[in-house]
């Protein structure tokens, strides 16, 4: 196994963000980088998906595990990504949204597959560019988009949402118990001018905020919004029900994911085929799932990574097989 070299982390304090907190200037730093690429059992020869490209990290690690005969199919929406696209005769990237996987997987004459790896997280880089609003840090445009050619930014979504469905958003996505006070406060406060900049709706959020949870409370309205901007709950959905479709028997599903609504449904359909986690079993016991958990508990870093990589602290990998 390959390890993984310690990284500088070179970081800078934003001393205007009305939070005041510290970024890394590095694009990306897989979490879990071992546990994820041993847990594809990578054949030689085999076939496999990343469907979340990004920096590449990932991806070459696959690539050096591959034989002459192997591939690589690599997805990302983001522009950003395409730079970082890898020389190799046995790799393709394919820049669209992983949620068209089959089309794709169609379209390169590939029937199935030997393992798909989903790191949901969202890159370091994209957290550090203030224009692309990701962070909280910053006085960014309130966009949040991974496909900068969706219409649909967190400007517009503030702007034009109906107070109940603000509402929810930020309930169901950020686990915000008060969220029908902050959809209202929203809604007043754009009467008077639209949301376009981080900075002021920040401010018109902060009554909502004790200091000593105003940082995780506003990651969480920022990733409720991020999600909603991105439908990252449907795109896993359908990325998971793909799964077991394209990939060969005994071939692998490896996902990472960072807040606990992803791994829920991750977990969910690894223990019961379904997103509700409803276990049905046949006449002897036997859980009627067409997955089976590789890894009956959650990995999680270390505090050595988690002292290279402060981000790899929420990641959590969950890796599963398709029955034979």
Do not use: C, W
Not at 191 to 200: A, C, L, N, T
């Amino acid at each position: 196994m390959k390890k993984q070299g310690k990284k500088n982390i070179k970081k800078e304090r934003n001393l205007n963000s009305p939070l005041g907190d510290e970024g890394s200037t590095l694009y990306h730093i897989p979490a879990l980088l071992n546990e994820t690429i041993e847990g594809l059992d990578i054949k030689p020869d085999g076939i496999y998906v990343d469907v979340t490209f990004g920096g590449g990290g990932h991806s070459r690690e696959i690539l050096s595990r591959l034989g002459p005969t192997g591939k690589l199919l690599a997805f990302d929406q983001d522009e950003d990504a395409v730079k970082n696209q890898l020389d190799d005769s046995r790799f393709i990237f394919v820049r669209s949204n992983f949620r068209y996987l089959k089309n794709f997987l169609k379209y390169h004459n590939i029937e199935k597959v030997d393992g798909i790896l989903a790191d949901l997280g969202v890159s370091s880089h994209h957290f550090d560019e203030a224009e692309r609003g990701f962070s909280f840090r910053f006085d960014g445009a309130l966009d949040m988009r991974m496909n900068t050619k969706s219409p649909l930014t967190a400007a517009v979504l503030l702007n034009t949402y109906p107070e109940e469905k603000l509402a929810d958003v930020f309930y169901l996505y950020g686990e915000l118990h008060n969220s029908r006070k902050i959809a209202r406060t929203i809604v007043n406060a754009r009467s008077d001018k639209p949301f376009d900049r981080i900075f002021p709706f920040i401010e018109v959020l902060k009554p909502f905020f004790g200091r000593e949870k105003e940082k995780k409370d506003m990651a969480r309205v920022f990733q409720a919004l991020r999600i909603e901007v991105n439908k990252e709950m449907d795109v896993l959905k359908s990325l998971l029900d793909q799964s077991m479709e394209v990939l060969n028997p005994d071939g692998r599903l490896v996902v990472l994911t960072y807040h606990s609504l992803e791994d829920r449904l991750v977990k969910n359909f690894i223990r019961s085929g379904n997103f509700e986690g409803n276990v049905e079993k046949d006449f002897f016991g036997n859980v009627l799932s067409p997955m089976k958990a590789v890894n009956t508990k959650v990995i999680i870093a270390d505090e050595a990574e988690i002292e290279r990589n402060p981000r790899a602290r929420s990641a959590k990998l969950r890796i599963a097989e398709l029955k034979a």
